[in-house]
């Protein structure tokens, strides 16, 4: 089978890393393109990634992910965060980056700029962030891609206390919020999960073809 599913077969939920071994700046790079070029609905892209490499931080960051010690033992962790609300000059900066960016004539996006500024202002404010969630997901996905790739582990996590990496972190000033950790790095030759078989239903029950 193709290269992709090797990669994918090769990737694991990694439970143990060797603390020793450090990701490149190259690799790093890699993972910052790789989230900035994800998919996000209307391309707003109201998600942001903080990428953890202090040693001691990551340490103070484990209580509150239920001392789940990938936390600091991973080369980085990635927190993908939401921000706390949608504004106007959200949208506005979007479609005003088109704009610059391709020549669009503002003609074209003017009738695109006023429905997508009816949308969110539709949205509560928990929709708003419930919609920017559903974003970060989307960029999870295609990072555990990447690094998989990459020959980079990972281990996605949503169990961890986001008001306490939130404070910890200081998201708030920056109008930030954390929904998902993805720790990184290179797992431990004693990590038993590393050598376990996939877990998987068959083809035929996941899948539907209509032909």
């Known amino acids: 089978m193709g290269k992709i599913i090797e990669h994918l077969n090769w990737r694991y939920a990694t439970k143990k890393f060797d ?23 209307f391309g707003l892209q109201t998600i942001s990634l903080v990428i953890v490499s202090n040693d001691d931080l990551k340490a103070s960051l484990v209580p509150h992910a239920y001392y789940q010690n990938q936390v600091s033992e991973a080369s980085h962790l990635l927190v993908i965060c939401i921000q706390d609300d949608i504004s106007d000059s959200d949208v506005n900066l979007y479609f005003n980056s088109v704009k610059n960016i391709r020549n669009t004539p503002e003609t074209i996006l003017n009738p695109f700029r006023k429905n997508l500024l009816k949308t969110m202002q539709g949205k509560s404010v928990e929709n708003r962030q419930l919609w920017s969630k559903n974003q970060a997901y989307i960029a999870l996905g295609n990072l555990m891609t990447v690094c998989a790739v990459e020959g980079i582990d990972s281990c996605p996590m949503e169990g961890f206390i986001p008001e306490k990496y939130d404070e910890v972190l200081e998201l708030n000033k920056k109008g930030l919020k954390s929904v998902l950790l993805l720790p990184i790095g290179y797992r431990a030759d004693d990590d038993m999960f590393a050598t376990l078989k996939k877990v998987r239903k068959p083809l035929n029950e996941t899948i539907i073809e209509i032909k």
């Open 19 to 41: 603390s020793s071994k450090k990701l490149s700046k190259d690799k790093i790079d890699i993972i910052k393109e790789a989230f900035n070029l994800t998919a996000t609905s």
